[in-house]
């Protein structure tokens, strides 16, 4: 049986403001792996990534995520390709003005969650998921770094996605820290959530092999094969 690809990326040039970062990149993703994305700043991982959620334009070559086909995505169709993903930023990205709970009913409501009763126990399950259950009324000022960095993922886990694009999720906390994030990234992935990690944190790496891809000179090498 063949296994159901999440990503589809088939001699794909990716710009970043008319600049080209990355030309005729050609790789799969499938339906339940966990694969890290490293190389140095500048490389493209970052392009790359917003490409994936539509936030650049995929304008030559072809290409398809979650079921939606890169070259054929109108604006209009943005929304419905984000319900099917969730993203995790370096920096968090929360609404800084209102505590976890409403931070998470935005997004909800947002993506269509008409019924409050259904948004309110949705958020309970995702903040359960991240072991923050206790957490909704805080805002984010009052959180560490590690809490802020669940409490994004478990805004990426709102709509049931099918992949999770992580961009430096660990960047801005300490190895420990780090540590704990991974875990949960791991369980989530267990779970059947695929997960395209972009990381420079080469000690996570070495401490939890999977299948990495690297930007270079342009391209995407895959150096290491998933040993799990």
């Not at 080209?20 to 500048?42: A, C």
């Not at 650049?56 to 939606?68: A, I």
């Not at 995505?73 to 990205?93: A, C, M, N, S, T």
């Not at 269509?112 to 309110?120: A, E, F, L, M, T």
Request: aromatic content about 6%.
């Amino acid at each position: 049986m063949m296994s159901e690809q999440i990503i589809t990326l088939q001699d794909a040039t990716i710009y970043q403001h008319k600049k080209m970062v990355l030309d005729n990149v050609s790789f799969t993703l499938e339906k339940g792996s966990f694969v890290y994305l490293i190389g140095r700043t500048g490389t493209g991982k970052s392009s790359l990534l917003k490409t994936l959620y539509g936030d650049l334009k995929l304008q030559k070559g072809s290409g398809s995520v979650v079921g939606n086909d890169l070259r054929k995505l109108r604006e209009r169709r943005i929304p419905d390709l984000r319900r099917k993903l969730g993203v995790v930023f370096q920096d968090f990205q929360l609404l800084s003005d209102r505590s976890v709970e409403r931070n998470l009913d935005f997004v909800l409501r947002a993506t269509g969650w008409k019924d409050s009763s259904k948004r309110k126990d949705r958020i309970v399950e995702v903040l359960g998921a991240v072991g923050l259950e206790d957490k909704g009324s805080f805002f984010p000022h009052a959180l560490s770094g590690g809490e802020q960095q669940r409490i994004a993922i478990s805004r990426a886990l709102l709509n049931n996605p099918d992949l999770i694009l992580a961009d430096e999720p660990t960047g801005n906390l300490d190895p420990i820290t780090s540590q704990e994030v991974m875990e949960l990234l791991q369980t989530i992935n267990a779970k059947g959530t695929t997960i395209l990690m972009a990381t420079h944190d080469f000690g996570l790496i070495s401490k939890h092999p999977k299948k990495t891809l690297m930007c270079e000179n342009k391209a995407i090498v895959e150096v290491q094969k998933n040993n799990g």
